[in-house]
């Protein structure tokens, strides 16, 4: 297994992270944290988080999840997305969890929750594993 530092490395150079300010932690083997101080460009009209922000921190937790047991490249090919509760205190926090490793199919859980430590966003998603 490759060491789980130089994937969480590799994962916060992705553009699109650095672009929406998005800071991702391995915790474990399975087991991702994505964190995004809110800022203004983060939010819409009433001042909550846009649901596109969400969705894309739901794909990066999710992601870095399977990423540190398969450390092979993927692509998103599922998100189910629930949205409890506006966020809007800062910051929202996003932790990913495998719950099915397959060979070519990973699935995963995701809570987000707002800087007060409310369960704000729960999800799962599929991942498609490319092969090597």
């Not at 993927?74 to 997305?81: E, M, S």
């Not at 707002?114 to 799962?124: P, Q, V, W």
Request: hydrophobic share 45%; glycine share 10%; proline share 3%.
């Amino acid at each position: 297994m490759a060491d789980l530092k130089i994937v969480e490395e590799l994962i916060n150079k992705d553009p699109f992270m650095n672009y929406l300010g998005v800071k991702t932690k391995i915790i474990e083997p399975g087991k991702a944290e994505a964190v995004l101080d809110i800022e203004e460009k983060h939010l819409r009209l009433g001042g909550i988080m846009n649901g596109g922000v969400i969705s894309s921190m739901v794909d990066i937790a999710g992601g870095a999840a399977i990423l540190s047991v398969t450390q092979r490249n993927q692509v998103t090919i599922n998100l189910n997305i629930n949205f409890l509760s506006p966020i809007s205190k800062s910051p929202a926090r996003a932790v990913g969890s495998v719950l099915r490793k397959g060979r070519n199919i990973c699935v995963a859980r995701v809570e987000i929750f707002d800087g007060d430590g409310k369960l704000c966003t729960y999800a799962t998603g599929s991942w498609f594993i490319f092969s090597e």
